[in-house]
């Protein structure tokens, strides 16, 4: 097992990278001294799979866990659904000594992480992600929140967890479209950080595509360490946080343009990052070559890297861009790479160079 350190001074915690980990959250939360009482929130995918096993590891280490399941997909990343999540924890009398565990994806992390931050105004947390999306990215970090009909994530808080669980096993149960999209983000952090990284995937990604279990320790490995590093520097996304956005700009307008469901995140900012590559061409003199690699290693783990978009679909894209919360005075703002494994935040760019990289990736 390996472990990673998120430093955020006293809110500092560590991520758990190995198989078998799962069974480990119970001994785990009462090393923390959380408290007695808690409740797993899950979906109804993850939890047939997985809630047993992690009420199992709670209850034999003394504590008292709930079970709470939502639907699964973006629909549960709602306003309903975390009113219903609160209610729920009020009518068992949860109470500040109690804690929640977020057994799932992106989605129930991102839910179960912002009832934590509302409920009596805070209660502890854990992340315990089952999807590649959110071991290498949203489980760490301490974003937290819903979206909004008008757009993604508009309603959320910074809520670090006490503790990551990132049980490789779980991986190896994902379905291969759910999986592949998690390989967006990890693409991400070679171009973002570290090109080293970047070119092992190039050689190795038929070894991730396998899920060998070596290449997936290596891989959420060094993702989460990148993350925590980022994250260490810029908690709030006051700056350099902002480079894990990269290829989000147009991704979110494409998850919200279509309907959530159409794309799935990783998808989504994998065409993103193709867009945000050829616009670092034209704006930062990224070479074209490395735009191509980004584009290839995309292609070759099976992402899309086009989207046909008519022109009222266009106009949509355009709309749901400037509600993105990356919007800095009514400007859409893009992170883009100078090369690959170094990238800027905040940059602007013109209308008509949107467009042509639009008219390019279509
Ligand atoms: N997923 C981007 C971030 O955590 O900042």
Same mark, same amino acid.
């Given at each position: ?32 001294? @959380? ?28 504590? %008292?866990? &709930? ?27 949860? %109470?500040?000594? $109690?804690? @929640? ?46 979206? @909004? ?7 959320? *808080? ?29 693409? /991400?952090?070679?171009? &973002? ?23 997936? =320790? ?14 260490? /520097? ?12 990269? =290829? ?21 900012? $994998? ?39 008519? *022109?009222? +679909? ?5 709309? *749901? ?9 009514? %400007? ?8 690959? =494994?170094?990238?800027?935040? =905040?940059?602007?760019? +013109? +209308? ?9 990736? $279509?």
């Amino acid at each position: 097992m390996h472990k990673v350190r998120v430093s955020l001074a006293s809110r500092s915690y560590e991520i758990s990278i190995g198989a078998g980990l799962l069974a480990k959250v119970g001994p785990g939360c009462a090393r923390l001294r @959380l408290g007695r009482r808690c409740a797993v929130i899950s979906d109804s995918n993850v939890a047939p799979l997985f809630a047993k096993e992690v009420l199992t590891s709670l209850r034999d280490s003394g504590h %008292e866990p &709930i079970l709470i399941t939502v639907p699964a997909g973006e629909k549960s990343k709602s306003v309903a659904a975390l009113g219903r999540c609160l209610n729920e924890l009020a009518s068992h009398r949860l %109470e500040r000594k $109690s804690f @929640l565990v977020a057994l799932g994806g992106g989605v129930v992390g991102d839910l179960a992480g912002f009832v934590a931050a509302t409920y009596l105004r805070g209660i502890p947390f854990v992340q315990a992600p089952t999807t590649l999306l959110a071991q290498v990215d949203s489980s760490v970090g301490g974003k937290t929140g819903v979206n @909004l009909p008008a757009g993604k994530n508009l309603a959320g *808080a910074f809520y670090q967890p006490r503790h990551v669980f990132c049980d490789l096993d779980t991986l190896t149960r994902l379905p291969r479209r759910d999986y592949v999209s998690g390989i967006a983000e990890v693409v /991400k952090y070679g171009v &973002i950080y570290d090109a080293a990284f970047f070119r092992s995937l190039e050689s190795s990604i038929s070894a991730l595509l396998r899920r060998d279990p070596a290449m997936l =320790g290596r891989v959420v490995r060094r993702c989460c360490e990148i993350k925590a590093d980022v994250v260490s /520097k810029d908690e709030n996304e006051s700056g350099l946080r902002a480079i894990l956005n990269f =290829g989000h700009t147009l991704g979110h307008a494409i998850e919200n343009g279509f309907g959530y469901g159409k794309y799935l995140h990783g998808e989504a900012i $994998s065409i993103g990052q193709v867009a945000a590559a050829r616009l670092s061409c034209e704006v930062m003199g990224l070479p074209e070559r490395d735009a191509t690699r980004i584009e290839s290693l995309l292609r070759a783990a099976g992402l899309p890297v086009q989207v046909k978009l008519s *022109a009222s +679909q266009r106009k949509k894209l355009f709309e *749901a861009m400037l509600l993105d919360k990356k919007v800095s005075q009514g %400007e859409v703002r893009f992170v883009l790479a100078k090369k690959i =494994g170094e990238v800027t935040w =905040g940059c602007r760019v +013109q +209308q008509e160079q949107i467009d042509a990289v639009m008219d390019s990736i $279509s």
